[in-house]
């Protein structure tokens, strides 16, 4: 290197070190220190200034209680509600232990803190801020504060009043005096309001008869009042709040305020059965529980519901309300006799109704009425759908061009064995199933198979398509996964657990051609500083339509000529039969092109248990096409205005081809040979010509669970549900499918050459 370059690098060095020590020089510690404790007293002063300035407001928890109001679809007042459900007491009403509860559940330092939890509101402010939810960690004082004089608002203006007033107050007031605020203001959910209220809706007791393990359960709830009440909480649910619960006793004892020996002894208590508040008559409280579960579900908590100011309004329409009620009444409740028979009192219905174009619940029933089962039918989830599963398992099998252990195109001419307990092939899972009554067809269609509810042909499809592929399939049209659904043969006779509400959403996307339909009970919610999130949308492809065209087809043949005919009226209908083992639950789950409606029957004792309902409604078993189906017919008749003329538009896989009936081995009868199915959608000339319910023999006796799968499931060589080759009361006669010559011959081959195939208005 040259003198010259050298000269030159020794001035770029003096450069850059001069920049360097430039910038040492401005950001040095001591004054990062002094902004930084600047910083700190401006802050400090600027709160000092807040706390002066902002006072502690008068009380708001009565004056800002407001009505909400619900109406029907056409702006008709359904009901109001808005009394606050709340009972001042004192704490000397209250159990000394059951106080500690709530502290030890909410905010252990209670009555050594100043009132405030500093992290946790600069978390909550950070949250709001970033849109990461409501969960803060605020003080029992802080919780008061928000309860009594401010509101539920998730706002960074509303959570610095809340720390500045929660300051103040706890300066004036006694630790005793806040907390008894605190337990007299909170919401416990129910529509209870204090601790009182609370005591009274989930014990039927008054506070100073709480135990401590009841009050640990009240303290718990406080986290999540509706995901932990017991009664309407979902699996995942009772263990949050099961765990809730041992921890606030866990706490009590670390703090030395409940003995260990007494926690040990203790056992989780189980909360009382809801009851409806005044004016939630009839159908009425499960309408409005099911708008605020929606409302809850687009973001309005419940206790934003419960302060009120609301005007909601359903999309229940008043006149298809009050048909799908009526069509209960006659063709269920005047058969029963609730009081004097025990049996009959175990008998519960459910209904959804749904608009398969808009998604909108047009009617809903959920029971004999809501103060005296407050439990809706129309949603609970813990009932078998049964055999209304199995076009899901078509549907799977028609969009993934699944094939035969033979290598045959599943479709609806496909032929398998349909006889009673044959065993599955290819699966590592042991599965049997026996068809209802034990009868056997032989060889049989997959269109025959639908049309009759055989077992056996359902059991080796879902093998053949692969179980994991339904699932995936039945979660995308709109059913919810849970416990109890585990991946095997066994779930191809709906071993899971479901509602009308979910299967009324699944067949409304098969009605709607493959396009998901998700339903919405909630048309408009108003309110004059909250909103609402917009409703569900549907309109994302779950299965192509012609998947979704081709189940519709092979569920009018249910109608038509197999186990649904009750269903039958001055409409075209496609419709699917179901009855769950011990025949604990019957369906019928249906759609003309306008209108989707899902009916169960369910047996449950006065201990919420599921029961039988073989002997009740009618003798023998109450199956899918006997009650539920004439439920539905009725229903859908009053609904469409006595009939309507709209045809099915159907793009299909394949044509369907006809085939000769022939006995099935059991009990062959002549006299009543059903028709042939067709291409062609279901409407008789002369709906009075439906079959009579005259039930079915009775199944046979519950044999046990084969190894490996879920209660409700007979795997292996004992059978499956007790539903099969015709679940309704309106049996084939005896007919069989076996012996198609042609088997094999049109087997799925022939994918895609009659799409645009449309049936013809008989």
């Not at 765990?243 to 020996?261: F, G, H, I, P, T």
């Not at 459910?350 to 439990?375: F, M, R």
Request: aromatic fraction near 6%.
């Amino acid at each position: 290197m040259g003198r010259a370059e050298a000269r030159r690098a020794r001035q770029r060095d003096a450069r850059r070190g001069d920049k360097a020590g430039g910038i040492r020089r401005f950001f040095t510690w001591r004054k990062l220190l002094g902004t930084f404790f600047t910083l700190c007293l401006l802050g400090m002063g600027a709160l000092f200034i807040v706390y002066l300035l902002v006072p502690v407001p008068t009380a708001n928890a009565q004056a800002e209680k407001e009505s909400n109001v619900y109406k029907y679809s056409d702006g008709s007042i359904l009901t109001r509600t808005g009394t606050v459900n709340r009972e001042i007491v004192g704490l000397d009403k209250i159990p000394d232990e059951v106080e500690k509860a709530f502290v030890a559940a909410e905010n252990k330092t209670f009555y050594k803190d100043s009132g405030v939890d500093l992290k946790g509101t600069a978390r909550g402010v950070f949250n709001t801020l970033t849109g990461g939810g409501k969960q803060g960690g605020s003080t029992i004082t802080q919780q008061y504060v928000k309860n009594y004089y401010l509101n539920q608002d998730q706002t960074v203006t509303r959570k610095l009043k809340e720390l500045v007033i929660s300051l103040k107050v706890d300066q004036e007031k006694e630790k005793e005096e806040i907390l008894a605020g605190y337990l007299n203001t909170s919401y416990y959910g129910r529509g209870a309001y204090g601790i009182q209220a609370a005591a009274q809706a989930y014990y039927r007791k008054d506070t100073q008869k709480l135990t401590v393990a009841e009050g640990a359960y009240l303290a718990a709830l406080l986290q999540a009042p509706s995901q932990y009440d017991w009664a309407a909480a979902s699996p995942t649910g009772k263990k949050l709040v099961g765990e809730r619960w041992n921890y606030v006793l866990n706490n009590m004892v670390e703090e030395k305020w409940l003995d260990a020996s007494t926690r040990s002894g203790l056992k989780f208590p189980v909360p009382k059965e809801p009851k409806a508040a005044p004016g939630m008559e009839g159908q009425t409280g499960y309408l409005v529980s099911a708008a605020n579960a929606e409302l809850a579900r687009r973001g309005v908590s419940e206790d934003q519901i419960e302060a009120g100011g609301w005007t909601i309004t359903l999309s229940i329409e008043k006149k298809r309300q009050k048909s799908l009620v009526k069509a209960v009444d006659e063709q269920l409740e005047k058969k029963l006799d609730r009081k004097g028979d025990k049996r009959d009192a175990t008998v519960q219905a459910g209904a959804t109704s749904v608009d398969p174009k808009t998604g909108k619940v047009v009617a809903l029933y959920g029971g004999v009425g809501a103060t005296e089962h407050w439990l809706s039918n129309a949603t609970r989830r813990d009932y078998q759908p049964a055999s209304t599963f199995k076009p899901i398992v078509l549907a799977t099998a028609l969009e993934n061009r699944s094939e035969t252990q033979d290598g045959r195109r599943i479709g609806l001419n496909t032929v398998y064995d349909g006889d009673s307990k044959r065993p599955v092939e290819g699966s590592d899972t042991p599965f049997a199933p026996e068809n209802e009554d034990d009868r056997s067809y032989g060889p049989v269609s997959v269109q025959r198979a639908t049309n009759s509810s055989i077992n056996s042909v359902y059991a080796q499809m879902i093998v053949d398509v692969g179980p994991d592929k339904v699932k995936e399939t039945a979660l995308g049209l709109g059913m919810h996964d849970g416990e109890g659904w585990p991946v095997r043969p066994a779930m191809s006779l709906g071993t899971m657990g479901a509602s009308t509400w979910d299967m009324a959403a699944v067949y409304a996307t098969l009605d709607n051609h493959g396009e998901k339909v998700v339903p919405s009970i909630v048309k408009d919610a108003k309110h004059r500083i909250r909103k609402a999130e917009p409703a569900p949308e549907g309109g994302d492809r779950v299965i192509s339509r012609e998947a979704a065209d081709t189940v519709t087809q092979a569920m009018t043949g249910v109608v038509s000529s197999g186990s649904g005919r009750n269903a039958q009226g001055d409409y075209h209908a496609a419709g699917k039969t179901g009855t769950s083992e011990n025949n604990r639950s019957a369906w019928f789950v249906g759609y003309t092109p306008e209108l989707v409606t899902a009916v169960g029957l369910f047996g449950e004792d006065v201990k919420g248990s599921q029961v039988t309902l073989t002997d009740t409604v009618n003798e023998g078993r109450a199956n899918g096409g006997g009650v539920p189906a004439m439920i539905w017919q009725q229903y859908t008749t009053g609904a469409l205005g006595g009939g309507s003329d709209e045809r099915f538009d159907l793009e299909l896989l394949e044509p369907v081809q006809e085939e000769p009936p022939a006995s099935p081995s059991g009990s062959p009868s002549e006299s009543e040979e059903p028709d042939e199915p067709s291409d062609k959608p279901s409407k008789p000339e002369k709906p009075a010509d439906r079959p009579s319910d005259s039930p079915d023999p009775s199944p046979s006796e519950d044999r046990p669970t084969g190894p490996g799968d879920t209660t409700g499931t007979t795997e292996g060589a004992d059978g499956g549900t007790s539903e099969g080759g015709t679940d309704s009361g309106t049996t084939e006669g005896g007919e069989s499918d076996g012996g198609t010559g042609d088997a094999g011959t049109t087997d799925g081959t022939t994918t895609g050459t009659t799409a645009g195939v449309r049936p013809q208005k008989t």
